[in-house]
């Protein structure tokens, strides 16, 4: 396996591996709605992460251009999701999920 400026690309794996789980985890036991948001933000860099391991890898820019582009979008959901979660920490005082779901009534 080639090595990647000193550290093997399984290394990167891993940590990818260990970084998504701890995010996934934080999802779905969190019940605070911005721990939630960091946790998807947590997966995603370690998508992205990944994405350019791999890349580099395989010599191949194509993914570092992908990885541009998913981290655009994830900006823009950030700032969508937390102006949303704003609006409705001013109605409801809270960011608990729990809380949020009494809004289906």
């Known amino acids: 396996m080639e090595i ?3 550290i093997p690309l399984t290394s990167y794996i891993l940590l990818c591996s260990i970084l998504f ?3 996934a ?3 779905l036991y ?3 709605a911005l721990v939630i948001f960091m946790c998807i933000e947590l997966m995603l ?3 992205n992460l990944l994405l350019v391991a791999f890349s580099r890898y395989f010599n191949d820019t194509n993914a570092q251009v992908f990885v541009f582009f998913i981290m655009a979008v994830a900006a823009a959901e950030v700032s ?3 102006a949303i979660l704003m609006l409705v920490y001013r109605n409801t005082k809270t960011t ?3 809380a949020l779901n009494k809004l289906k009534y």
């Open 4 to 6: 990647i400026k000193g």
């Open 21 to 23: 789980s701890i995010g």
């Open 25 to 27: 985890l934080g999802v």
């Open 30 to 32: 969190r019940r605070n």
């Open 45 to 47: 860099n370690s998508t």
């Open 80 to 82: 969508v999701g937390l």
């Open 96 to 98: 608990d999920i729990d």
